[in-house]
């Protein structure tokens, strides 16, 4: 893994990053707005995921060889399509990793919480 990961940087907060990488490994190729069209049904919040925040995060992912993209010019206007590195695989699975600690991280806080309410 030649580049760092970008797992606790900004992305964490909204989880834009591990859903844009979730969404092109179901759909093997898929371009910006087929991504943020995708992007309600599989989002881990409920919070709004603009635009820009989608774009910034696919130029980053491509930038540290996660995501590649090709520009598609046939019927209709020239879109970029982006599809899943090798090092994406892997990218997402370490992200899994890290979301699943997260997770038992939040169930042990919240079971401490409502115990401590409790007494």
Same mark, same amino acid.
């Given at each position: 893994?030649?580049q760092?990961c970008?797992? @606790?940087? +900004?992305? *964490? =907060?909204r989880?834009?990053?591990?859903?844009?990488?979730r969404i092109l490994k179901?759909?093997?190729?898929?371009?910006?707005y087929?991504i943020?069209?995708?992007?309600?049904?599989?989002?881990?919040t409920?919070a709004?995921i603009?635009?820009a925040?989608l774009?910034?995060?696919?130029?980053t992912?491509e @930038?540290? +060889?996660? *995501? =590649?993209s090709t520009?598609?010019d046939?019927?209709?206007?020239?879109?970029r399509n982006?599809?899943l590195?090798?090092?994406g695989?892997?990218?997402l699975r370490?992200w899994?990793?890290l979301?699943e600690?997260?997770?038992?991280?939040?169930?042990?806080?919240?079971r401490?919480v409502?115990?401590?309410?409790d007494?």
């Open positions: 893994m030649g760092p970008t797992c @606790a940087m +900004g992305n *964490v =907060s989880f834009i990053e591990p859903v844009v990488l179901e759909k093997k190729k898929s371009y910006g087929e943020a069209e995708c992007l309600t049904q599989y989002a881990l409920d709004t603009e635009g925040a774009y910034r995060t696919l130029r992912l @930038a540290n +060889g996660y *995501v =590649s520009w598609d046939g019927d209709g206007p020239a879109r982006y599809s590195t090798r090092a695989h892997t990218h370490d899994a990793h979301l600690a997260l997770g038992r991280e939040m169930i042990s806080f919240h401490e409502v115990a401590r309410q007494t």
